[in-house]
């Protein structure tokens, strides 16, 4: 559905919720199953097909009024992903290979809505020993290039099986 509506594809994409209410739509029973996308918006440029007029991005919190209980499975769908991402790493499949903690910190307080402690973020991401230090900096920024990490998927996935639990 995804791409017959945006041509989409490739994206990170995780099922959450079925909604089947008798009358949640005019048409009579209409079953939807839920998704939420990581999308990093300025590399997908949606273009509207099959039936959907136009597209466009929107900031989460500024949205167009939604058809039908749409606004009710996005605000589902939101929920999901703020838990989602408090225990399990989530969030990096926004993030390029390489990235600043700071990167990371921008993306988690993106995502659940609060900033945190820098000190202390920092902290307790490190203590995870699920990012490589890399023997690079930022490169074309204004200010001192901080260090680059990448995320060690594979490190995660066997700490996984023994046990570990991502928690941010």
């Known amino acids: 559905m995804l791409f017959d509506l945006?041509?989409?594809d490739n994206v990170f994409l995780e099922q959450f919720q079925t909604f089947g209410c008798v009358d949640r739509h005019p048409v009579g029973r209409v079953v939807t199953v839920g998704y939420y996308a990581l999308v990093e918006t300025y590399r997908h440029n949606p273009v509207a097909s099959a039936w959907a007029r136009r597209t466009n991005w929107f900031p989460v919190d500024d949205l167009p009024?939604?058809?039908?209980?749409h606004q009710q499975i996005l605000e589902k769908g939101i929920e999901t992903l703020k838990r989602s991402v408090r225990y399990r790493p989530v969030g990096f499949e926004l993030l390029p290979k390489k990235f600043t903690l700071a990167d990371l910190q921008k993306l988690y307080e993106a995502i659940l809505g609060y900033k945190f402690d820098k000190p202390n973020f920092r902290k307790r991401i490190l203590s995870m020993n699920l990012l490589i230090p890399l023997n690079e900096l930022q490169t074309n920024v204004s200010h001192r290039p901080a260090k680059l990490f990448k995320f060690d998927e594979s490190r995660y996935e066997s700490l996984k099986k023994a046990g570990f639990i991502f928690d941010i």
């Open 65 to 69: 009024k939604l058809a039908f209980d």
């Open 6 to 8: 945006t041509s989409l």
